[in-house]
């Protein structure tokens, strides 16, 4: 049966105010002391901005590091006056330190101000700015420290780095200034290879020339400068294939519809167009290389972006099955397997074209590698007409790696969307480079949340697979599993995974059926089905939120203990899942990790958009969300670990002891998603959304919606245990220099016991005050996970639990969804999933429901 849409009670927005900060009041102050130390401050600011613009030859801008004093924040009302003072915040660091930006050093209204306040001078009953001025604990330069996010010493010329450059409210303000940063750069003899300015993040990739690092460095328009990050495909190559014919596979693409059918966009390493299985399925190929000067083919060399087509496509299969496409797949290829060195990329071309390399010629390619001979010395050891050959081959790889992977993924969100109206993105890459810190996240993440915001499509990304070998002996990871997942940082997630919006996915094994091989000695599984594969990844994500939202089968390692006693890692068939081969050496090949997990939830999402082609971004998370359980083996597992007394990482511990829901959301997010539970309401399981997609309908910031769901007599008494299920998702506007990095933050409460009126009353007694809806505590329902867990997402879901009726006294739930402003003042568009579920199996709940809310008038209350 189909899911049921319902509709927010109708009533008047209000708003609520805004306190300074927390904590206890700083110390008094002396206000001519203090004044003078700040102008001090500021002149020294000013005047070493002044000698920096003069040396390196830059415009001369002031940007320096406002520090509060512990526990205090700002208010808007002490930006705005900051702002009249000609300063303009531009980062958040933390809660006490802001970065401040300013483009005219006279600063005339600063210190004016500042002088007012060491004068003593009265506004109504205190000091002029005191409030102000009292909690400002110093000013400080923003230091070529603060701007160096890389190991320096590794750093030479002709090398590429990633400048971050500052974000201001306006883009085109943002625009001005990177092209000048372009200007300096281009002026010092640097070279500016690719740049991106969004909302979001503002970047420039800069090959650095003649010593160019340095006046970088200073530059006030940069904020942080990193290292080039590199793709790193998520997988283990492994070639087994069964010996299976065509005409022993069942294949009917019937239900392929080009006007009906969904689609999946798959950002990999190309697809096998020649596959049987993938005949009509896959629709436009285009590649999207990280330089503009090299194309390729787009099928698949590799076998990687293949693999992941076969899960977006059929989901979790087994050989036998009937195979029915009912998805359309896109190829956006980003590279043949994996990122090499690109004089590598030279020698394989050359040698292809020229024949195998001599000795002699060897010697000489080992010398230009070391660095002893340039490359016009190298070619100079080949005969002349081939000398015009080579320079091509190497001018046209020397650019590779320019291209800024915020412009690819952009490129192919604008091209896909826009051109066939793709809405799902499957990304099985990430950073190996870049172990998410739980800072700020980086350019890649940051561009997938502003595409989602923009373009209200989704992304799927693989968590990262985990190499425990890397880091310890493989001989005790059977005795350190699960536990090292919470022990050691290198265990997180990676970039872009840790992207707000997108939907993040970890992997479980599928089994401990080891495949063995009698002549070989016995190969030993580390885990069983639904337990944690031992390569997976975990959060949190930024801010603390969930992080991964959804585990799925991926598969996971064995053991191969080898001769002498040391133990390796080893694919395996029996733990490995079944997925598609690349060439014409058979239909199937099997391989694990986090990549083959993804495509699970890509492949639901598609099949969902068959049955709700206008659903939002955020509906189909919720969605999911809404139908996803986390396996009981993996509970146990984990309230195992909460149970030991091993040292685990802080962001796991409450109040210094181990936490489970902590444990447990942070590994598995809200479970396993259940395909046909997010296609079907059912007689004893009925699912109600709210899509709110428009601007008229969407949330203010600081204001609540009201949602009224019906809870009949006969699902309160009945058989068993009954559940109400609450999932809320968003898509808020993400800014990378915001200390909150998303612009709204949302949450909501479960009301039971109370009518409709009092609710409102409740709502309305409210206006204009800092908290929010107070209702006595045994009206509210309490929701598993709790707010303090779940609360810094942007996908959120809690499950409310029963067995008697009682506290109800109507037949009426009411949903308080409420809005937090961060930063932004834009209308927030959300969606709402509620389940109403109960064990009991005799239960007919869906007409009753159905007709209640196709029968309400909508509520409006006037105020």
């Not at 974000?167 to 001005?176: A, G, L, Q, T, W």
């Not at 992997?507 to 030993?524: D, F, K, M, T, W």
């Not at 479960?750 to 409210?766: P, S």
Request: glycine content about 6%; proline content about 3%.
């Amino acid at each position: 049966m189909e899911h049921i849409k319902f509709n927010r009670v109708k009533i008047k927005d209000r708003e609520r105010k805004k306190r300074r900060g927390f904590g206890t009041s700083p110390s008094p102050k002396d206000n001519f002391d203090h004044a003078i130390f700040l102008l001090d401050a500021l002149d020294s600011q000013i005047e070493g901005a002044k000698e920096k613009s003069a040396l390196f030859e830059f415009q001369p801008y002031l940007v320096m590091k406002l520090e509060l004093e512990t526990g205090y924040v700002l208010n808007e009302k002490d930006e705005e006056k900051l702002e009249y003072f000609g300063v303009k915040i531009i980062n958040k660091e933390t809660k006490e330190l802001q970065v401040l930006f300013a483009d005219d050093l006279r600063l005339y209204n600063f210190k004016k101000a500042l002088d007012n306040y060491k004068q003593g001078k009265i506004a109504k009953t205190k000091i002029e700015n005191q409030d102000l001025f009292e909690i400002i604990k110093s000013i400080s330069e923003w230091s070529r420290e603060d701007r160096l996010g890389l190991d320096i010493e590794n750093i030479n010329d002709n090398d590429y780095v990633d400048c971050y450059l500052w974000v201001f409210d306006n883009i085109n303000k943002s625009k001005e200034k990177m092209n000048e940063f372009k200007r300096f750069v281009l002026e010092n003899k640097g070279r500016v290879c690719d740049t991106y300015v969004g909302s979001s993040v503002v970047l420039a990739r800069i090959k650095l020339i003649d010593g160019i690092l340095d006046k970088i460095l200073e530059h006030p328009l940069v904020y942080k400068i990193e290292d080039v990050p590199k793709f790193n495909i998520l997988h283990n190559k492994i070639e087994l294939t069964r010996n299976i014919s065509l005409d022993q596979i069942d294949y009917d693409t019937s239900k392929l519809d080009p006007e009906k059918s969904s689609s999946i966009c798959i950002i990999d390493s190309g697809i096998f167009m020649q596959h049987p299985l993938l005949r009509g399925v896959i629709g436009d190929s285009k590649t999207f290389y990280c330089s503009e000067k090299y194309e390729g083919s787009t099928n698949d060399f590799d076998g990687h972006g293949t693999k992941v087509a076969s899960i977006c496509e059929y989901g979790d299969f087994s050989y036998d099955d009937i195979f029915i496409p009912e998805i359309f797949l896109f190829n956006a290829k980003i590279h043949d397997g994996q990122y090499t060195d690109t004089f590598e990329l030279w020698k394989k071309e050359v040698s292809n074209q020229l024949g195998e390399f001599s000795w002699e010629t060897m010697e000489f390619i080992m010398k230009f590698e070391d660095g002893e001979i340039s490359f016009e010395e190298l070619i100079s050891h080949f005969p002349k007409e081939q000398q015009p050959y080579l320079k091509m081959v190497y001018s046209r790889y020397s650019n590779f790696y320019e291209k800024l992977i915020p412009n690819q993924m952009k490129d192919i969100v604008e091209y896909f969307h826009g051109e066939y109206g793709c809405r799902i993105f499957n990304l099985s890459q990430g950073s190996i480079d870049y172990i998410y810190d739980g800072l700020k996240p980086k350019a890649w993440a940051c561009v997938l949340d502003e595409l989602q915001y923009l373009y209200d499509v989704v992304f799927v990304v693989s968590a990262g697979n985990y190499r425990y070998e890397l880091y310890d002996s493989y001989d005790n990871i059977s005795s350190n599993y699960p536990t090292y997942f919470y022990k050691n940082k290198e265990c997180r997630i990676i970039e872009p995974a840790n992207s707000a919006i997108s939907i993040t996915v970890g992997s479980i094994a599928i089994s401990n059926e080891v495949y063995q091989v009698p002549e070989r000695l016995e190969r030993l599984s580390i885990t069983g089905r639904d337990d944690l594969s031992s390569i997976t990844r975990i959060g949190p994500g930024v801010m603390n939120a969930i992080k991964p939202e959804f585990v799925a089968y991926g598969g996971d390692m064995a053991i191969y203990p080898q001769i002498g006693g040391k133990h390796k890692p080893i694919l395996n068939w029996g733990l490995s899942k079944l997925l598609f081969n690349n060439d014409n050496n058979g239909f199937f090949a099997w391989d694990v990790g986090t990549s083959f997990a993804a495509p699970y939830i890509s492949h639901i999402l598609a099949c969902f958009l068959n049955l709700y082609p206008k659903a939002s971004n955020n509906l189909m998370r919720a969605i999911l969300a809404s139908s996803a359980d986390i396996p009981e083996k993996l509970k146990k597992q984990i309230k195992e670990v909460s149970e030991k007394k091993e040292e685990i990482l802080e962001e796991f511990l409450y109040r210094d002891k181990s936490n489970y829901n902590k444990l447990l959301h942070y590994t598995a997010g809200y479970g396993y998603p259940d395909k046909d539970l997010c296609l079907n309401s059912l007689d004893n399981r009925v699912v109600l959304f709210a899509d709110i997609k428009s601007d008229e309908d969407a949330i203010k910031p600081d204001n609540m919606h009201i949602f009224e769901i019906p809870i009949p007599e006969e699902f309160r008494k009945s058989f068993g245990k009954k559940k109400v299920t609450v999932s809320l998702a968003f898509n808020p506007p993400v800014r990378n220099t915001r200390l909150d990095y998303i612009g709204i933050n949302m949450d909501y409460k479960l009301i039971k016991g109370k009518t409709r009126e009092e609710v409102i009353a409740a709502f309305e007694t409210q206006r204009g005050k800092e908290e929010r809806i107070s209702v006595e505590d045994k009206y509210v329902c309490d929701l598993n996970p709790g707010i303090m867990i779940r609360g810094n997402g942007t996908l959120q879901k809690s499950t409310f639990e029963f067995t008697r009726d009682s506290n109800f006294h109507n037949e009426n739930l009411y949903l308080v969804v409420n809005s937090k402003k961060n930063w932004s003042d834009e209308t927030q568009k959300y969606a709402i999933v509620v389940v109403l579920e109960s064990e009991d199996k005799d239960l007919r709940i869906y007409n009753k429901i159905k007709n209640t809310i196709e029968q309400r008038v909508a509520t409006r209350v006037r105020v």
